[in-house]
């Protein structure tokens, strides 16, 4: 019973700033063409590498839409490194997982984590930019199965859907809410599990110092899992003992890349280019995490008490509305009736 409890005091946390998020993630599916991203992240210098890095953040992909878009994008024009950065910047956040992160963590751990992502994409870009062109791969192979789960999409077509405003809305109480509502919901699970069955400060023991980091990016690296979920498993993880600086890791390093993304950058930018990824990401993720445990213990923060604050914001009554509205959304033959999506 506890469990449940648990499970349902997060996820009443969560439903509004999710609700929100996909709305303006919906906003800017509907007003942001991919006809403007091109020319945006056109070049080969610095200055695009930030662009495609800054462009990428608040749009609504998660790994598995990244992919196709970020590879027509670099067929288009793009460079190598505008073409990385906006792969690492895209997925690792957006609207949705930084209202979740800002709730859930604090507002210091949200800010962290888009300067982490930030920095991460546009040193990546930087690297793998010098790394020599790979021949090209067939449109039928780069293109090729970004993961198994039913409920990824052709995120580069739903793109080019016409109908303004309503495709955005569309896209992002179907599409989108179906490729993160199963993670969420494991996301969620977990997270209560964790608040639930270990007792705070067990994992402590294991927390802290460079190899305990470098663990957590070894982990993440290789999962599929999009930055909306990967939230509460960190809010848990957190709650059970581990440093804010191995939370920040995970939630870098887990929704930024993955199997499906290793494979495909491999195919299309070459070997060269995946090795120094893979090194890139695992060293500036765990840089940036034990810069943040540095500065959390020598400033005193403390990112669990600043999210409880955030989490009294909202009246109970609205948190249990939002709640119910997205178990509505969710439900595809009830989105049907409700909607016409």
């Given at each position: 019973?506890?469990?449940?409890?648990?499970?349902?005091?997060?996820?009443?946390?969560?439903?509004?700033?999710?609700?929100?998020?996909?709305?303006?993630?919906?906003?800017?599916?509907?007003?942001?063409?991919?006809?403007?991203?091109?020319?945006?992240?056109?070049?080969?210098?610095?200055?695009?590498?930030?662009?495609?890095?800054?462009?990428?953040?608040?749009?609504?992909?998660?790994?598995?839409?990244?992919?196709?878009?970020?590879?027509?994008?670099?067929?288009?024009?793009?460079?190598?490194?505008?073409?990385?950065?906006?792969?690492?910047?895209?997925?690792g956040v957006?609207?949705?997982?930084?209202?979740?992160?800002?709730?859930?963590?604090?507002?210091?751990?949200?800010?962290?984590?888009?300067?982490?992502?930030?920095?991460?994409?546009?040193?990546?870009?930087?690297?793998?930019?010098?790394?020599?062109?790979?021949?090209?791969?067939?449109?039928?192979?780069?293109?090729?199965?970004?993961?198994?789960?039913?409920?990824?999409?052709?995120?580069?077509?739903?793109?080019?859907?016409?109908?303004?405003?309503?495709?955005?809305?569309?896209?992002a109480f179907?599409?989108?809410?179906?490729?993160?509502?199963?993670?969420?919901?494991?996301?969620?699970?977990?997270a209560?599990?964790?608040?639930?069955?270990?007792?705070?400060?067990?994992?402590?023991?294991?927390?802290?110092?460079?190899?305990?980091?470098?663990?957590?990016?070894?982990?993440?690296?290789?999962?599929?899992?999009?930055?909306?979920?990967?939230?509460?498993?960190?809010?848990?993880?957190?709650?059970?003992?581990?440093?804010?600086?191995?939370?920040?890791?995970?939630?870098?390093?887990?929704?930024?890349?993955?199997?499906?993304?290793?494979?495909?950058?491999?195919?299309?930018?070459?070997?060269?280019?995946?090795?120094?990824?893979?090194?890139?990401?695992?060293?500036?993720?765990?840089?940036?995490?034990?810069?943040?445990?540095?500065?959390?213990?020598?400033?005193?923060?403390?990112?669990?008490?600043?999210?409880?604050?955030?989490?009294?914001?909202?009246?109970?009554?609205l948190?249990?509305?939002?709640?119910?509205?997205?178990?509505?959304?969710?439900?595809?033959?009830?989105r049907?009736?409700?909607?016409?999506?």
């Amino acid at each position: 019973m506890t469990l449940i409890t648990e499970l349902l005091q997060i996820a009443l946390t969560a439903a509004p700033w999710l609700l929100l998020g996909l709305v303006i993630a919906g906003l800017i599916k509907a007003w942001l063409p991919e006809r403007l991203l091109q020319r945006w992240m056109g070049g080969r210098g610095l200055g695009s590498i930030v662009r495609a890095a800054v462009i990428g953040m608040p749009l609504p992909l998660c790994s598995c839409g990244a992919i196709p878009t970020a590879i027509a994008l670099h067929r288009g024009g793009a460079g190598r490194g505008p073409t990385t950065s906006f792969l690492i910047s895209t997925p690792g956040v957006g609207v949705d997982s930084i209202l979740l992160t800002s709730v859930l963590l604090g507002p210091l751990m949200a800010v962290v984590r888009v300067a982490g992502a930030l920095v991460t994409a546009i040193v990546t870009g930087l690297l793998v930019g010098f790394t020599r062109d790979a021949a090209k791969a067939s449109p039928a192979v780069a293109s090729a199965g970004c993961c198994s789960s039913s409920g990824c999409h052709d995120h580069h077509a739903n793109a080019n859907e016409p109908g303004g405003l309503k495709a955005g809305l569309r896209y992002a109480f179907s599409d989108l809410l179906d490729d993160i509502s199963a993670w969420m919901f494991a996301g969620l699970l977990l997270a209560g599990v964790l608040v639930t069955l270990v007792p705070p400060d067990t994992l402590a023991q294991f927390s802290g110092g460079v190899l305990a980091l470098m663990l957590m990016a070894v982990v993440g690296i290789p999962l599929y899992i999009c930055a909306a979920a990967a939230t509460p498993v960190a809010a848990g993880l957190l709650l059970a003992g581990i440093s804010p600086g191995m939370a920040l890791v995970f939630l870098l390093a887990g929704p930024i890349t993955s199997l499906a993304t290793l494979a495909i950058l491999r195919r299309e930018l070459g070997n060269p280019a995946l090795a120094v990824y893979l090194a890139s990401v695992l060293v500036v993720t765990v840089l940036v995490g034990w810069l943040f445990d540095a500065a959390v213990a020598l400033a005193g923060w403390n990112p669990v008490e600043q999210a409880s604050q955030v989490q009294e914001l909202l009246p109970h009554w609205l948190e249990w509305l939002a709640l119910v509205a997205l178990a509505l959304v969710a439900i595809r033959p009830l989105r049907r009736r409700l909607l016409g999506f």
